[in-house]
C-alpha cells in the first residue's frame, strides 16, 4: 500500500511538470536561449545505502527507516534546490541526476518532489534527461516504473560485477542473476536509456574471466557503459583486508590490460569511448556528466553535494566551488535555518579555472576546440600555450596527441594514458601563465 500510495503522488507530481513545461513552451514555441551563465545542470544526493559496500568512502550513511526521515530529507531538498537556484540565477535547468548513496531507496514521490520545484522556479525542458542511480536489489520493475511516473526518463544500474564471488568481496547486495533481472526491466521501461557499469581490477582478478563477464553484459545492456578500475580507498573494509595480507594486493599491470582489452572490445562492439571511462553507441551519451567534462555550470544540493557555478552579483566572472555539509542530520539544520547547507565556498581563480577545463575536456574524445577555450580565457589560447613547446610536439610524434584547427585531444592510444600526459600539459599551462601573467593582468 506505501508503494501503491507514493506512485499515486509520482503520477501526480509529474502530471504537475508536465502542465509547468507546456505552459513555459506554449503555442509560441521554446523560450529564447539563455546565455550559459544562466544554465546549469543539477545534481542531487541521496545519502542512504542498505550498507556500505567493502570499496567504498562515498558520503553516505545507513537510514534509519520512518517515514518521518524522508520527509524531513525531501523537504530540505526541495528548499535548497529553490535557493540555490535563487542565488545563481539559473533560468535552466539541462539536466538532473538523483546520485547517492542509493537514490533508489528514496520513494518516487521525493523525486516528483524536487523535479516539481525545479520546475516552479526555472525552465526544465520537456526532453531534460532526469537520471537515477539505481541499485539492482532496490529497483524492481514495478519501483522502476514509479520512477518513470515520478520523471525519471533515464537509469545508471550499479552492477560492478557478474560474478557472485567478487559481489560477496565487494559487500554488494545483490547477485549477478539480481543485476540481469533488472537490466531487462530498465531496459523496457527506459529503452535506450539505461546505463550500467563494471568494476576492473579487483584483488584477484583476472583478464579472461572479466572479459567474459564484459561480454555477458553487452548482451543485457543497453547503450551506455562504464569501466572503472577499483580504487582502494584508506578506511574502507577492502584496503583493511589488503593491508593486512588476507586479500592480495590489486596488480595494476593487469588493470591496465583488463581496460585496454575492455575499450577494445567495446569499440568492436559499436560503442563510442567519449570519455576514459565512458562508453556510448546510438548516440546515447550522458547529458548530465558532458556538462562536467565542459566545465559547464552545476547546482549540487543534497548532503556532501558539490557545485560549480557563478552566484548571481558575481559580475559574470567569479565561479565558486561549493561543498554541502556532509552529515545529513547537520546539512538539514542549516536548510532550515539559511535555506541552504552550504558547507565551504572557494573562489577559482582564472588559472585554476583553466586547469579544469584543460584537464575535463581531455577526458573526452572531442578534447578541448579552439571555440571552448575562448570561452574561458579569449586573451590566450591554445596555439599559444601548446603551440611552440618541444614536449608537446614529442607527444604528437608519439600519437598520443593532436593539435590543429579543430583544438587540442588524446588520440585513441592518448586517452588510454592520459594521467600522464596531463602532467606535461598542466606544467606547460601554469609557465606559459607565469610568463605571460603581467600582459594578461588587466591593465598590464
Known sequence: MALAGARGRGWAAAAKVA???????????????????????????????????????????????????????????????????????????????FGGGTPSLASPHTVAAVLEAVAAAVYLPADCEVTLEANPTSASGSRL?????????????????????????????????????????????????????????????????????????????????????????????????????????????????????????LREAGFRQYEVSNFARNGALSTHNWTYWQCGQYLGIGPGAHGRFIPLGAGGHTREARIQTLEPDNWMKEVILFGHGTRKRVSLSELELLEEVLAMGLRTDVGVTHQHWQHFTPRLSLWDIFGAGPEVRELQEQGLLLLDDRGLRCSWEGLAVLDSLLLTLLCLLRRTWQQRRPCLTPGG
Open 19 to 97: 502542465q509547468k513545461r507546456r505552459q513555459m513552451e506554449g503555442a509560441g514555441g521554446r523560450p529564447s536561449p539563455e546565455p550559459a551563465s544562466r544554465r546549469a545542470a543539477l545534481y542531487v544526493h541521496w545519502p542512504y545505502c542498505e550498507k556500505r559496500c567493502t570499496y567504498c568512502n562515498f558520503n553516505k550513511y545507513l537510514p534509519r527507516g520512518s517515514v518521518e526521515e524522508e520527509e524531513a530529507v525531501r523537504g530540505c531538498l526541495v528548499t535548497e534546490a529553490r535557493t540555490l537556484l535563487r542565488i545563481s540565477g539559473v533560468r535552466r535547468v539541462e539536466s538532473v541526476f
Open 145 to 265: 516504473a514509479a520512477f518513470g511516473a515520478a520523471g525519471v526518463n533515464r537509469v545508471s544500474i550499479g552492477v560492478q560485477s557478474l560474478d557472485d564471488r567478487e559481489l560477496q568481496l565487494l559487500g554488494r547486495t545483490h547477485t549477478a542473476r539480481d543485476a540481469l533481472r533488472t537490466l531487462e526491466e530498465a531496459r523496457r521501461l527506459f529503452p535506450g536509456r539505461v546505463s550500467t557499469d563494471l568494476l576492473l581490477g579487483l584483488p584477484a582478478q583476472q583478464l579472461e574471466p572479466w572479459l567474459l563477464q564484459l561480454q555477458e553484459l553487452l548482451h543485457h545492456c543497453d547503450d551506455h557503459i562504464s569501466l572503472y578500475q577499483l580504487s582502494l580507498e584508506r578506511g574502507t573494509s577492502l584496503f583493511s583486508q589488503v593491508q593486512r595480507g588476507t586479500l592480495p594486493s590489486p596488480d595494476p599491470d593487469l588493470a591496465a590490460e583488463m581496460y585496454l582489452e575492455g575499450r577494445a572490445a
